[in-house]
């Protein structure tokens, strides 16, 4: 399933500095899979484009990974003549393996994540046993964002805003009328996203939420993932900033801090861990690379015991 956005002229009177320059043109995949909403970000002069949070196919019981996904994102960028400059990840995933490496083999550009990457090596390098050959100062990864970067695609401006608490690595690139949000929110009927991970913090995910809410009420909010909330049929991954402050079960119509964690950390307690979070880990950590060859030249992942 995928959707084109190029309505990118609706919002160019909010603001004086937003132009069709400066409003990105959106192609969004959704794989039912995984729940996870994947996006190519084209800027609208010229032929660049970003991928941000890619997705590869994973058999949990076969124990095998596959392209198909990626493939089609790098069938669509051929297709339309991009150049692809940048893949980002808003956070290291638990509910899928990133295809971040095997896009800038197939097409170049460059691999990024959020500078606080090494919190999140630190706490499962030592989970999953990684050994001293696994260094964790996400030297994986090409460019670490910093809160307040700035950077570009092609001559589209971007900045990235530091977002944690779902994971201490959470970043959000706000781009134009447009904001990538990762895992802070979801769906306005659906709420928000857990923060019962290691390292993460109901606290700080508010604080976060609020930041991304502070932006413009038209801006365009592109989410990870969707679960359909009951009342509703069909799957959606864009909302806004305006339908999220006014709607939002778990923190919409102003709803205080304390109230949000109070109920953020309740809920979480009554969560399981999500169904691909061991292979994601291993693999996201790693910037989308599988984890090295074993003695007999094959590669393993590992199923810690007792310790998610």
């Known amino acids: 399933m995928n959707h084109f956005d190029s309505n990118i002229n609706k919002n160019q009177g909010n603001s004086a500095k937003m132009t069709t320059k400066t409003l990105p043109e959106v192609l969004s995949y959704f794989d039912t899979v995984t729940n996870a909403a994947c996006y190519i970000v084209k800027d609208p002069s010229s032929s660049a484009c970003a991928v941000i949070d890619s997705i590869l196919d994973f058999d949990m ?48 550009g460059k691999i990024a994540i959020g500078a606080n990457i090494d919190s999140v090596q630190k706490v499962f390098g030592k989970i999953f046993n990684a050994g001293t050959e696994f260094q964790m100062d996400g030297s994986q990864f090409d460019v670490l964002f910093a809160d307040n970067d700035e950077f570009s695609i092609g001559n589209l401006p971007v900045r990235v ?15 134009g009328d447009a904001a990538f949000i990762g895992d802070t929110l979801f769906m306005p009927d ?8 290691p390292g993460g913090s109901a606290t700080e995910l508010y604080q976060s939420i609020q930041r991304i809410l502070s932006l413009p009420d038209t ?11 009951p009342d509703r049929d ?23 801090e304390a109230d ?7 809920r979480d307690e009554q969560l399981g861990m999500p169904k691909l979070i061991i292979p994601s880990i291993q693999v996201n950590m790693r910037g989308g690379k599988l984890p090295p ?3 007999d030249g094959k590669q393993y992942l590992k199923i810690p015991l007792n310790q998610l």
């Not at 805003?161 to 781009?175: D, S, W």
């Open 61 to 108: 019981a076969a124990g095998s990974v596959h392209t198909k996904h990626a493939d089609m994102l790098i069938a669509e960028i051929t297709a339309r003549g991009l150049t692809l400059e940048w893949v980002l990840e808003t956070h290291v995933h638990a509910d899928h393996l990133s295809a971040a490496p095997y896009l800038v083999q197939k097409l170049g």
């Open 161 to 175: 805003l530091h977002t944690p608490g779902h994971t201490p690595a959470c970043v959000t690139y706000v781009m």
């Open 190 to 197: 659906f709420g928000t996203a857990r923060a019962d991970f």
């Open 219 to 229: 801006t365009r909010l592109f989410l990870c993932h969707d679960y359909k909330a």
């Open 234 to 256: 069909d799957y959606c991954w864009q909302t806004t900033v305006a339908e999220q402050k006014a709607h939002n079960i778990h923190v919409g119509g102003g709803k205080s």
């Open 260 to 266: 949000f964690v109070a109920f953020r950390t309740a």
């Open 293 to 295: 060859a074993e003695e």
